[in-house]
């Protein structure tokens, strides 16, 4: 089975803070995927890499930035957290078979909450 | 218009019929089209994904494909109320997994 785990199921921060989100994958995925989801907005794409040291703005990439040093690990960095970021932040991992995405399985989620 | 877009319901169905959740997208260059079920609090899980025009079945669901169209659809029969969910479109575009807003669905006992 894929598994694909994200660092923290629920995490608390301050406004200003540098926060790191981590995900990591063991079904060798060449994509990997961050989304935010919220109420009425659906899941919004972050920023998706599809090798390592490779990065691409998905819809909302402002005021985040991803790190990807190993093919498993992908790594969400919000550089001052905002109120606004306070949301729902879900992983993903997907293989590439003729460079179309095959499907992607979630981690399960990270609830941040910025006060 | 948006990429991807669903009904956002809340669609609600009796126990035992069928549900019907449709879906239609604007890229027409779109290759693999998925499914995914979420329930409250938790992450969306895999239903089915479907790569070619026509039916796919698995068991209670059918995920069906129109790419002249744009549309996909996923039919569940035989209506549980742990079907009771959020149901999610997700289409790959450009490398990326795009996904709709989602369709509420409840079954009614």
């Known amino acids: 089975d894929v598994k694909v785990t994200q660092s923290s199921r629920y995490l608390v921060k301050r406004t200003g803070e540098k926060v790191f989100l981590e995900c990591v994958q063991d079904?060798?995925?060449?994509?990997m995927f961050w989304y935010r989801q919220d109420p009425g907005l659906g899941l919004r794409l972050i920023y998706f890499s599809y090798d390592v040291k490779m990065k691409e703005k998905g819809d909302i990439p402002e005021g985040y930035s991803v790190s990807r040093e190993k093919k498993e690990r992908f790594s969400l960095i919000l550089e001052s957290a905002s109120t606004n970021q306070t949301s729902m932040y879900l992983c993903?991992?997907?293989?590439?078979?003729?460079?179309?995405?095959?499907?992607?399985?979630f981690g399960q989620g990270t609830r941040l909450t910025v006060v | 218009q948006k990429e991807v877009e669903q009904n956002s319901g809340p669609l609600s169905v009796p126990e035992g019929a069928i549900a019907s959740l449709n879906c239609t997208y604007s890229d027409r260059v779109s290759q693999s089209f998925f499914w995914y079920r979420q329930y409250s609090g938790k992450s969306p899980e895999l239903i089915m994904s479907?790569?070619?025009?026509g039916d796919k079945e698995d068991g209670r669901f059918t995920a069906q494909l129109n790419k002249a169209s744009q549309y996909v659809s996923l039919l569940i029969r035989d209506s549980q109320p742990s079907d009771s969910a959020t149901y999610l479109c997700a289409v790959n575009r450009d490398d990326k997994i795009i996904f709709g807003k989602g369709t509420r669905l409840h079954i009614l006992p």
């Open positions: 993903a991992s997907s293989s590439l078979v003729d460079r179309v995405n095959t499907e992607a399985f």
């Open positions: 479907i790569y070619s025009n």
């Open positions: 079904m060798d995925h060449e994509n």
